[in-house]
């Protein structure tokens, strides 16, 4: 993934932590850090050099943040569809557009 994405990948996940105090954007916001963190170590090294320390390194933090948000995803979506069952008929309707 190109160091551009990350960055807009990280705006959102600020502007998430600072607007609802959000765990899971604060731990996403930690390891694009760790991601920055190789970038970093990396620079000015061979090209050789840099894609052997992302393999190594930068991979599996991305690995892992994208299978984080694959799971917060789902969850927000288990979360939409489970309130929108509970609902009275005539609530759920209203917010489908739909009349009652």
């Known amino acids: ?8 990948t990280r705006r959102k996940f ?3 932590a600072e607007a609802t105090g959000s765990l899971v954007a604060a731990e996403t916001l930690r390891r694009i850090g760790e991601l920055y963190a190789v970038e970093a170590r990396v620079r000015g090294q061979s090209s050789a050099h840099r894609l052997a320390e992302r393999r190594s390194f930068s991979r599996p933090i991305a690995t892992t943040a994208t299978r984080t948000q694959m799971i917060c995803n789902n969850v927000l979506v288990e979360n939409i569809l489970l309130k929108s069952v509970m609902m009275p ?3 759920a309707g209203d917010r489908a557009g739909f009349q009652a």
């Open 89 to 91: 008929p005539s609530s």
């Open 1 to 8: 993934m190109l160091a551009a994405c990350w960055a807009h």
């Open 14 to 16: 600020y502007e998430v």
